[in-house]
């Protein structure tokens, strides 16, 4: 899981999914299981955190998210314990914590990240936290006469 993980750090703002991370080290390693994925990957995760830790490397797991909703989850929890960090109070003030772990990889992996760099959460769930406004529909223009939609040329086929 290092070796992936520390490929998607040398991109910015890049991050893999649990199942992408599992599938990636069932070929890269022949190992098959019949655990679901993301037992399979949350076991080897907490694994990751320690050796990272052990290795004075950055956070990778910070880098992994679920494929739903693009957040790391109750399990980031594990990393801020094991760093002797605060526990967050929300999953907002979690996922911001995580988005600082990701930079932190960034930092140390990827050759162009911009010097001005700061975390920011993952796309999708920056989506989810401030979905787009829909604009308005364009109003229906319709003749004033007989109420009826009007054609593209904007003029009444019945007034002329």
């Keep these: 899981m290092i070796p992936i993980t520390e490929e998607v750090a040398r991109t910015c703002n890049s991050h ?10 069932m070929e890269e390693t022949a190992i098959r299981t019949g655990q679901l994925l993301t037992n399979f ?12 830790l052990d ?38 003030e979690r996922e911001r914590a995580a988005a600082v772990e990701r ?25 989810r936290m401030n979905p787009s406004k829909k604009t308005a529909p364009r109003p229906i223009a319709v003749c004033p006469g007989y109420g009826l939609q009007l054609p593209a040329t904007g003029i009444c086929n019945d007034c002329g």
């Design 41 to 52: 990957s949350g076991k080897l995760l907490n694994r990751v955190i320690h050796i990272c």
């Design 103 to 127: 930079l932190e990889c960034y930092k140390v992996y990827c050759e162009d990240l911009p010097a001005d760099a700061e975390p920011r959460l993952t796309r999708r769930y920056e989506a």
């Design 16 to 25: 893999i999914i649990y199942s992408d991370l599992a599938s990636g080290v």
């Design 55 to 92: 290795r004075g490397l950055p956070a990778l797991s910070s880098l992994v998210v679920t494929a739903s909703d693009g957040t790391r989850g109750s399990g980031f929890n594990e990393v801020l314990r094991a760093s002797d960090k605060d526990i967050p109070a929300t999953d907002l």
